[in-house]
């Protein structure tokens, strides 16, 4: 059995659950933390997530996935793949991204969850990726400092 690989992150941010949540979903904000990528989906079970952006004048999608679970304000689960890494495109390959949200006295927590690589494709490199590069801390700086201004 392939050893568990996991990645997570936890955050406290000074504003609401349902500000938090509109950071994560919304477009708006997520291109201001999220390597100028604009996430679009409608955020139900089995949905596309597309991650856009611009590149050289024209529009590609470097990142996409699923939804996979959804609790708006508590809850949110995808599935993600970068089509450019040259691996199949195949439920295997996919990892997943999990957001969670509680509130207390003012504050929400997030945390955030990436796991899968251990039956994925390049599993190990793309763990050793994130973990190399702290995970999702350096975004959820970047959200914290946008909510908090």
Not at 66 to 72: H, T
């Given at each position: 059995?392939?050893?568990?690989?996991?990645?997570?992150?936890?955050?406290?941010?000074?504003?609401?659950?349902?500000?938090?949540?509109?950071?994560?979903?919304?477009?708006?904000?997520?291109?201001?933390?999220?390597?100028?990528?604009?996430?679009?989906?409608?955020?139900?079970?089995?949905?596309?997530?597309?991650?856009?952006?611009?590149?050289?004048?024209?529009?590609?999608?470097?990142?996409?996935?699923?939804?996979?679970?959804?609790?708006?304000?508590?809850?949110?689960?995808?599935?993600?793949?970068?089509p450019g890494m040259g691996i199949p495109d195949?439920?295997?390959?996919?990892?997943?991204?999990?957001?969670?949200?509680?509130?207390?006295?003012?504050?929400?927590?997030?945390?955030?969850?990436?796991?899968?690589?251990?039956?994925?494709?390049?599993?190990?490199?793309?763990?050793?990726?994130?973990?190399?590069?702290?995970?999702?801390?350096?975004?959820?700086?970047?959200?914290?400092?946008?909510?908090?201004?």
């Amino acid at each position: 059995m392939a050893k568990e690989m996991k990645v997570e992150n936890i955050i406290r941010i000074n504003a609401s659950a349902s500000k938090v949540w509109e950071a994560l979903t919304d477009p708006f904000w997520t291109k201001q933390y999220m390597f100028n990528c604009a996430v679009e989906s409608d955020w139900k079970v089995g949905s596309p997530v597309l991650w856009k952006m611009q590149h050289e004048g024209q529009e590609i999608t470097p990142v996409k996935g699923k939804v996979e679970a959804i609790m708006p304000g508590l809850l949110l689960k995808y599935s993600v793949i970068d089509p450019g890494m040259g691996i199949p495109d195949i439920p295997e390959n996919y990892l997943h991204v999990t957001y969670e949200l509680s509130e207390a006295d003012g504050l929400t927590e997030l945390k955030v969850t990436q796991d899968g690589y251990e039956h994925a494709a390049k599993g190990e490199e793309r763990y050793q990726e994130a973990v190399n590069a702290g995970g999702w801390s350096s975004i959820l700086a970047v959200i914290r400092e946008l909510l908090e201004k």
